[in-house]
């Protein structure tokens, strides 16, 4: 049985390590001391500090996996997730049928565009009327044309070559999972799903779904068990976050300098009352002055 304390002395030591896996090593240090775990002074078995690690560092221990981390020393393994090269041939197999997740921003934004988009293109080539042209329908029969109409455009579609959106979100969930249960360097698929958390973008946009694979491939994964500072300059720049944060957008450069414009108008002042030398009356004097003016200018009853 794991003590509480053991449990954070070995989840505190494991952090710092982690912290520092992408801080560059002095060059004088040619052969770096081998990590030292404190799991026997903590009371540990050699199978309870693996069983301890896989915990916190994977998303669980698989069949065989606590007395293969045990063989092998916890020192070894954690220093193998925090370098994160370990092949993952199996795991490559899985996910190429997930064709989306090689796909660029701009071949993603073709092949899985929004539905306001393929509805635009079918009014252009004249599938279906303009707004200011359909018909006038009692609610009955508008019902059933908005269904025949949802029809002709998933026609449309997929005589174009789209795809629905839906289908980003489904390939980034089922990678995740996949990855989750196959993956040998665990530890970076912890680590990315935290930062893909912590840099949130929205997925429920239409405008930043096509942008989501991208942004957890070529951002958040490269640089989950790296510098913080490479991850923050390498998640500010990618399209998820610009389009999310509506920073791509013309008004959206335009309203910092109308909303300063605004803030830093000179606010109009009223007149103080002052003594018959031109300085200002004190506080108290200051009141007194104005109910005295206030009981003047009441109507008598």
């Known amino acids: 049985m794991i003590s509480p304390r053991s449990a954070s002395t ?35 078995t050699r199978r309870e500090a693996a069983a301890h690690l896989l915990s916190r560092f994977s998303y669980g221990a698989r069949p065989g996996e606590v ?6 020393g916890p020192e070894v393994w954690l220093e193998r997730q925090l370098a994160a090269r370990s ?31 393929v509805r635009n293109e079918a009014k252009k080539d004249g599938l ?5 042209d359909k018909p006038r329908l009692n609610p009955a ?11 002709d455009l998933a026609a449309y579609s997929e005589k174009k070559g789209y795809h629905p959106q839906r289908e980003i979100l489904d390939q980034l969930s089922a990678q995740k999972l996949v990855r989750a249960v196959y993956a040998e360097n665990q530890l970076e698929e912890v680590m990315t799903d935290f930062w893909f958390n912590h840099f949130n973008v ?22 989950a068990l790296g510098s913080f500072r490479t991850l923050l300059g390498a998640t500010a720049h990618q399209p998820a976050m610009l389009v999310y944060l509506d920073n791509g957008s013309p008004w959206r450069r335009a309203a910092p ?45």
């Open 87 to 117: 092949p993952e041939p199996a795991l490559k197999g899985r996910l190429a049928s997930y064709p989306a997740l090689d796909l660029s921003s701009a071949q993603l934004l073709c092949a899985y565009p929004a539905d306001g988009t």
């Open 257 to 301: 300098a109308r909303r300063l414009g605004t803030r830093w108008r000179e606010p109009k002042r009223r007149s103080r009352p002052t003594t018959s030398s031109g300085r200002p009356l004190p506080p108290i004097r200051r009141r007194r002055s104005r109910l005295r003016a206030s009981t003047r200018t009441t109507p008598a009853s």
């Open 141 to 151: 029969l508008g019902e059933e044309y908005e269904k025949q109409l949802r029809t």
């Open 202 to 223: 929205s997925w429920t946009n239409d405008r930043t779904r096509p942008y989501l694979l991208p942004f957890e491939r070529d951002a958040i994964r490269p640089n």
């Open 10 to 44: 070995a989840l505190v030591l494991g952090l710092t390590c982690l912290a520092c896996a992408g801080n560059p090593r002095p060059q004088n240090l040619q052969s770096p001391k081998p990590l030292q775990l404190p799991w026997v002074e903590a009371g540990l």
């Open 67 to 72: 007395d293969a981390v045990a063989a092998m």
């Open 128 to 132: 279906i009327p303009e707004d200011k």
